[in-house]
């Protein structure tokens, strides 16, 4: 499965960007699709988060400006970010959670969720 991230770039304060990640190479349906973000020094934390029955959460930090969604058929998930702020500036990462068939032994199989990354996208903040 490979995730690719597009959209980042340099934004003023107050400006909006808009993220999107798509996945290619994979058969199996969507359980949950992410936006990370690691900023210079800091550990990565989660942004945003939708399920495949659209079930939508937020960190604090980004309640209010941002909006996530996500496409199950098309294995797309979009971050659109507004309001923008200096501390938002990070590489902003898409993770999709994937319902896999898995291989159990001979003759058996058993169904698992297992997480993708994308390379991420650098968004800067800066008038």
């Known amino acids: 499965v490979r995730l690719v991230e597009s959209g980042g770039g340099l934004v003023q304060p107050g400006g909006s960007l808009k993220l999107s990640c798509v996945a290619s190479?994979?058969?199996?349906?969507?359980?949950?699709m992410r936006w990370y973000r690691q900023a210079l020094g800091k550990e990565r934390e989660l942004v945003a988060t939708?399920?495949?029955?659209?079930?939508?959460n937020y960190a604090d930090s980004v309640k209010g400006r941002f909006i996530i969604s996500g496409d199950n058929a098309k294995k797309t998930v979009d971050l659109q970010m507004n309001t923008v702020k200096p501390e938002d500036a990070a590489v902003y990462y898409c993770?999709?959670?994937?319902?896999?068939?898995?291989?159990?032994?001979?003759?058996?199989?058993?169904?698992?969720?297992?997480?993708?990354w994308g390379t991420g996208t650098l968004v800067s903040v800066s008038s």
């Open positions: 939708v399920t495949n029955v659209g079930s939508l």
């Open positions: 190479d994979t058969i199996y349906d969507v359980n949950v």
């Open positions: 993770n999709i959670e994937f319902r896999e068939l898995a291989d159990g032994g001979p003759g058996a199989t058993y169904w698992t969720n297992v997480n993708y």
